[in-house]
Structure formats: C-alpha cells, structure tokens
C-alpha cells in the first residue's frame, strides 16, 4: 500500500514547505503557476502574484523552495473573504473535491484557532491577510493530488515547533505562537520543542497539515521509499528540510494515535454512569467503558476509560470531571494498528441495515457485523425476529447484495485505491 510520509520532526513547517518537498520530490509545479495567476481574479486586493522555484540547501541537503511574488493593496481581510476567494479559484481551476475539501478544511481550522485566541472574535488577521495564506491552503493538496497521491493514506511525524519569542502584530509572544498552540490542541498534534531558537511551526503550516494528515505516527511499519524530497522555508535555521516520501508499506494494517481518557470513582451510580456515557458518544468518543473496581478502603467502585481522537481529549475530559465530579482525568495517546473498515448496506426485511465490514491484509473479510440499531428498528417494525433478520443480512452481504460504501462511513480507507 502506497502511502504519503511527511517528516517534519526537526524541520517544522511552515505554509508553503509541505508543497515545496513535493515538489522537490518530483512533481511539477505547474499547477502552483496557475493558481498564482488566478489569485489576482479571485481575491480581492491583489494586482499580481507570480511563483518561483528555486534550490537551496538546509544543513548541507539541496531542497526545493517556493517564492510568492506578490503585489497587493493595503486591505483588511477576514476568513468570511477568504471563503469566497477560494469558491472562485475552485470555479477557475476547477479544483476537485479532493483539494477543495481539505483547503476548506485548512481555513476552518485557522479560523477556530483565531476566534479562540481572541475570546471568540475575529478582528484583524494580520500576519493571516495576505494572499499567500490562500496560495498555501491550495497549494499543497493541489500537489498531493498532481503527485497521484490524494486516494493514499498521508502520514506525519511529530512536528518540531522550535522555542523562544516571536514578535507578532499584537506584541511578542512565546514559541509557539498562542494560534500555532490552538492548532496543536484543536488536532491533537504531537509536537516537540526545538531543536532551535525560534518559530519553526506557524499556524498556516500547522493547518494545511492537519487538514492532509490521517495519522501522526512515532514508527511507521517496515516501509521502502519510492520518491523523496525535501522542501524548506526562506529562513535557514540550520535544521534539515521537511521531507517528504512516497512510501510502499509492507505491512498492511493501518495505523494512528488515539487518545486514551481514564478516571476512578467511587461515588456515581448506574444511571449516571449510563448518562454520561451517551454525552460522551454524541460528543464523538470512539468507545466507553465503566469497569469495575474496588477502591480506597475496600469501596466499590468503577474505573471509566474514554478512547477518542486525540483532538476531543480535552472537552471530553471536561465532560467526565463536570458530570462525574472526578477532580482528575488521566490523559495519554497512544498508537493502535487495525483492520481496513468500511461500512455497506443491504436491503433487509423491508429496509437497509447498515453493516460493519473488516478485511485483512489480502482484502479477505475477516468479520462483518450488521448495526444493531437498524436491525432492531425493522424488527419492531415488522414484529420480525431480531436474530432472523441478522442472519439474513449477513446472508444478503455474501451473496454480493450490498449497496456501496456509505461516504464517510467508519474506517472508509483514506488508502483505499491507492496500492
């Protein structure tokens, strides 16, 4: 299975590095030419904007990097123009679902993280204004998908943010800068201080990878690397360049970081138990458990554990010490492998029930299981036996019946495609 490794663990990143080492990598920057020569056209303020590629070296390794030339009047814009900018460069470029999705998605996330750090308000975006904040949303998913890369999975080492002070519009503030540590929180992004005095990590950087990246991992199963680049920013901090490697994996299981949330208690009952375990779902957890224990002095009690995305960590915890009255919340990530997963349907006693299908390595199913949900509901509907109707579905799933998989679905394989 091919994947996408990008390594930004002593390099950091920046906006324009992730489509740099693409480019270094091989691919043509051609696509980046005509996304400069449409920002004039899509964005209002700017006369002209031209990119240029040039080599240059990063403790003693030849990188690719990119140079946005721009000309563009004084103008004070906010996310709402940058929204519009980029469905008017989608029209002009006909930009796919693929790179649109995850420039949106970059833009949303700087946008969150600029409302947290100013208590929920806008204001001006400064350093975020200018042009070059769009170049970089589109450009990097554009080259993913350029590279023939946009169906594999895309996988990033734990990122380098540098360490000091930085001086910003509104002062100087420490390293990482207050909106590069909302992206870290807002994804759960595992970083690393340094290994360098200053800002190694920015916020649009921090941005468009999170919006391209299904996993940060500390290993990579056994990999061989098919093309390499490297790409680095203008400012030369003596640290090798971000890499990046279309990489073949040997082993097939996939991978990624799941947040693990666990607290004792002693004094909650059932109900409550139950209760919270609902608030806790509808808030995204991934599964919950209430395990039972015995406590200080021999007391009954239950140990509660949270699987999440690294991302919900800190509201979930929130919610645990509000509804349980914990004091404490233990929080750690760790890594976990799977099976590929996705999620089919088929036409059951009158209705569709959706079905969990897992595979193995070769793409054998090795275990497909219908949603309760559905099968109970068409069971009070018809007055139809619950296990009758299980059986038939997974009848209906080997004789071939299942309609495709359901978009967004569970384990929709980001690889899927790309072997």
């Known amino acids: 299975m091919r994947a996408l490794l990008l390594d930004p663990s002593a390099s950091g990143v920046a906006g324009d590095m992730i489509a740099a080492a693409l480019v270094g990598m091989g691919v043509d920057a051609e696509p980046l030419r005509r996304l400069a020569a449409a920002l004039p056209e899509c964005l209002e303020g700017v006369r002209r904007a031209e990119v240029r590629v040039e080599r240059v070296r990063r403790a003693g390794v030849e990188a690719a990097a990119l140079k946005l030339e721009l000309d563009e009047e004084e103008v004070e814009r906010g996310f709402r123009d940058f929204y519009a900018a980029l469905e008017r460069v989608r029209a002009k470029l006909g930009l796919s679902d693929y790179v649109y999705g995850r420039a949106r998605r970059a833009l949303e996330l700087l946008e969150e993280a600029?409302?947290?750090?100013?208590?929920?308000?806008?204001?001006?975006?400064?350093?975020?204004?200018?042009?070059?904040?769009?170049?970089?949303?589109?450009?990097?998913?554009?080259?993913?998908?350029?590279?023939?890369?946009?169906?594999?999975?895309?996988?990033?080492?734990?990122?380098?943010?540098?360490?000091?002070?930085?001086?910003?519009?509104h002062g100087v503030v420490s390293v990482p800068a207050p909106a590069a540590r909302q992206l870290l929180a807002l994804r759960g992004i595992p970083f690393r201080l340094g290994p360098v005095e200053g800002e190694l990590a920015t916020p649009t950087g921090l941005a468009v990878?999170?919006?391209?990246?299904?996993?940060?991992?500390?290993?990579?199963?056994?990999?061989?690397?098919?093309?390499?680049?490297?790409?680095?920013?203008?400012?030369?901090?003596?640290?090798?360049?971000?890499?990046?490697?279309?990489?073949?994996?040997?082993?097939?299981?996939?991978?990624?970081?799941?947040?693990?949330?666990?607290?004792?208690?002693?004094?909650?009952?059932?109900?409550?138990?139950?209760?919270?375990?609902?608030?806790?779902?509808?808030?995204?957890?991934?599964?919950?458990?209430?395990?039972?224990?015995?406590?200080?002095?021999?007391?009954?009690?239950?140990?509660?554990?949270?699987?999440?995305?690294?991302?919900?960590?800190?509201?979930?915890?929130?919610?645990?010490?509000?509804e349980l009255g914990t004091l404490g919340v233990r929080v750690q990530r760790v890594g976990r492998v799977k099976l590929r997963r996705e999620v089919r349907e088929v036409e059951v006693g009158g209705g569709r029930v959706r079905v969990k299908v897992a595979y193995d390595e070769s793409g054998e199913v090795v275990r497909a299981k219908p949603e309760h949900a559905d099968l109970e509901r068409i069971a009070r509907e018809t007055g139809r036996s619950l296990r009758l109707l299980r059986e038939e579905a997974l009848g209906a799933l080997r004789k071939g019946s299942a309609g495709p998989p359901r978009a967004g679905g569970e384990g929709a394989a980001p690889g899927e495609g790309c072997r």
Not at 123 to 140: I, K, N, R
Not at 259 to 265: D, I, R
Request: glycine share 10%; net charge negative; with cysteine.
């Open 114 to 169: 600029e409302r947290r750090v100013h208590g929920g308000a806008e204001g001006h975006l400064h350093e975020l204004g200018s042009a070059d904040t769009l170049f970089d949303v589109v450009a990097a998913p554009l080259l993913v998908e350029r590279a023939g890369l946009a169906g594999c999975r895309v996988l990033s080492t734990p990122v380098a943010v540098g360490r000091g002070s930085v001086r910003i519009a």
């Open 209 to 322: 990878l999170a919006a391209l990246v299904d996993g940060f991992v500390e290993e990579t199963p056994p990999a061989r690397i098919l093309r390499l680049g490297y790409g680095a920013g203008w400012r030369d901090y003596g640290v090798q360049p971000l890499s990046a490697a279309e990489v073949e994996l040997v082993e097939q299981l996939q991978s990624d970081l799941v947040a693990v949330l666990e607290t004792n208690v002693d004094d909650v009952d059932g109900e409550l138990l139950a209760y919270v375990r609902e608030l806790a779902l509808e808030r995204g957890a991934l599964d919950f458990y209430a395990i039972p224990a015995t406590g200080k002095r021999g007391r009954p009690a239950f140990l509660v554990q949270v699987i999440a995305e690294p991302e919900r960590a800190l509201d979930l915890a929130r919610l645990l010490m509000r």
